[in-house]
């Protein structure tokens, strides 16, 4: 089992990148120092995707995210190897990443095709904010129109309360003109309607 493993790394056929051909220090050290770079940013962009991906659980299309995930740190691992094969000719193991780089760039790629049309249908961020803006102007619109209402239906409330007032008064009115007249009252008082 481990036999594969050392053959991966064994550099006995191979000489360092540095021992082919004739490399200058600069054109030597502008490979290194390229390769390590892309393959910081390689690091850092999974890095972000992954806190990204973490704390937005409704993130769509998640194992597109983790796909590309894979990809971006492959492509960073072969930068990385290919900057170590200039000491330790590890081209082996360097054939390996590029293998699996190549597996998971198309699986991304294969993965994508049905998710393209999808998210095609996902409104973008302004027409969701334009939407979201148009649905708080309908609800605050409709808040003003109840409180009109409501207003004017406790407009009315007085003005019914009042009137009922003002008709008992001239309810009693009209009793007392009765009984002056030496009539029986036509309408019964409030007292009487609450006495038993």
Same mark, same amino acid.
């Given at each position: 089992?481990?036999? $594969?493993?050392r ?12 021992h082919?051909? /004739?490399?200058? +220090?600069?054109?030597? *050290? /502008?490979?290194?120092?390229?390769? =390590? ?7 850092? !962009?999974?890095?972000?995707?992954v806190?990204?991906v973490t704390?937005?659980r ?5 194992? !597109?995210?983790?796909?590309?995930v ?6 960073g !691992? /072969?930068?990385?190897a290919?900057?170590? =094969?200039? *000491?330790n000719p *590890?081209?082996?193991?360097?054939? %390996?990443? &590029? ?10 790629? #294969?993965?994508? =095709?049905?998710? =393209? $049309? &999808?998210? #095609?249908?996902?409104?973008? %961020? ?6 979201? @803006?148009?649905q708080?102007? +309908?609800?605050?619109?409709? @808040?003003?129109? %109840?409180?009109?209402?409501?207003? @004017? ?9 009042g009137?009922? +007032?003002?008709?008992i008064?001239? &309810?009693?009115?009209?009793?007392? %003109? #009765? ?8 309408y019964?008082s ?7």
């Amino acid at each position: 089992m481990l036999d $594969p493993i050392r053959r991966l790394f064994d550099t006995s056929e191979f000489p360092a990148r540095w021992h082919c051909g /004739t490399w200058s +220090e600069l054109h030597g *050290w /502008t490979h290194i120092v390229a390769d =390590i770079a892309i393959f910081a940013a390689y690091a850092a !962009i999974p890095i972000a995707l992954v806190i990204f991906v973490t704390r937005r659980r409704d993130t769509p299309f998640l194992p !597109i995210f983790w796909l590309f995930v894979a990809f971006i740190l492959f492509c960073g !691992i /072969t930068h990385l190897a290919e900057a170590i =094969i200039f *000491w330790n000719p *590890w081209y082996r193991f360097s054939a %390996l990443l &590029k293998v699996c780089t190549a597996i998971v760039s198309w699986a991304t790629v #294969l993965a994508l =095709i049905p998710v =393209i $049309p &999808k998210a #095609l249908t996902l409104p973008g %961020l302004a027409a969701a904010n334009a939407q979201l @803006e148009q649905q708080v102007a +309908e609800r605050r619109d409709a @808040e003003a129109r %109840l409180q009109r209402s409501y207003s @004017e239906l406790e407009d009315f409330a007085q003005a019914l309360s009042g009137r009922e +007032e003002r008709m008992i008064e001239l &309810k009693g009115e009209v009793n007392a %003109l #009765l009984v002056e007249l030496g009539r029986d009252p036509r309408y019964a008082s409030d007292t009487d309607a609450e006495s038993p």
